[in-house]
């Protein structure tokens, strides 16, 4: 009697051993902000930024990173706000001043309930016009032409040499939106409709 009583719950151990053994570690893809992760993403002057089918990207969502061959944009991916870091590459000079880029996302933040370009926003600097930098929950205030930042729920900073996002202080930043640029930019990406 006794050596059947051990053997139940030794069996039982060894079951959940070897189901904890061969279970999938989760995927990086799978877990949250990290879908697009490793993503290439090509662009020419004949077919423009080749983005995935669901993401939107507008001209004045993205900043070049100063002195570094990366980029941080703000995309819109099936209806959710999300921020990249991408690092760019010449992949073919065609001419003197055109050329084939691959970019390559090396790191990502979702934030639902942001509206890209709105309430998440590259356009900003930091202090000696440090660049890398998104804002998030911004809130605007008009002055002329212009809208300044009036506050923000937070910021993201690039870390260029750990090629990652971190959270950032809000102290020192000059966030500044121009909407009549944005709407030009806007108008200038949507594709001729031919004459009917």
Known sequence: ?????????LDLLALAFATQMFAAPPSPAAEPGSAYLGRPIYSDPSNGLQLPPTCNVEPTWRSRISGTEMEIWVLSCDSTARVWLLTRQIVEMLNAHEARLRFQVVDERVLPGETAGESLSVQCAGGN????????????????????????????????????????????????????????MRKLQQPERPNR
């Open 129 to 184: 016009d440090a660049s890398g930098i998104v804002v998030y929950g911004a809130r605007w205030r008009s002055s002329g032409h212009e809208l300044h930042l009036a506050g923000a729920r937070g910021a993201l900073r690039a870390d260029v040499t750990r090629r990652r996002l971190n959270d950032a202080e809000l102290n020192g930043l000059d966030c500044v939106r121009f909407p009549d640029r944005e709407a030009m």
């Open 1 to 9: 009697m006794k050596p059947r009583r051990i053997a139940v719950p």
